[in-house]
Nanobody, 123 residues
């Protein structure tokens, strides 16, 4: 059973940066690794995904500001977040699934989840 653990959340001002980490991933076990976020009263939404062939996917709202990457030696996936906006405020989750391609942004396609880390961006 996979165990994913996020860290790196916090409070920053608009325009600032944060890097989230998700430990416990192993690239050769998963077809796709993803980052999701959920704000109070909103549905969980896909932010970024990294597939086994190196393909990256991003939501339009974060394209050009966020970068997903992986360190196989550390079994860790990262989400570098720059130029943060108040609307980026949410609980952020990492997730993994054996398959790749398709609806990378759909939470129901993912089998393994971390417990989440809170990101708060003030104006």
């Amino acid at each position: 059973q996979a165990q994913l653990t996020e860290s790196g959340g916090g409070s920053v001002k608009a325009g600032g940066s944060l890097t989230l980490s998700c430990a416990g991933v192993s690239g050769y076990l998963y077809g796709s690794l993803g980052w999701f976020r959920q704000a109070p009263g909103s549905e969980r939404e896909g932010v970024a995904a990294l597939e086994t062939d190196g393909t990256t996917k991003y939501a339009d709202s974060v394209q050009g500001r966020f970068t997903i990457s992986q360190d196989n030696a550390k079994n860790t996936v990262y989400l570098q977040m720059n130029s943060l906006k108040p609307e980026d405020t949410a609980m952020y989750y990492c997730a993994a699934r054996p398959s790749y391609g398709g609806r990378w942004y759909d939470p129901s396609w993912y089998d393994y989840w971390g417990q989440g880390t809170q990101v708060t961006v003030s104006s």
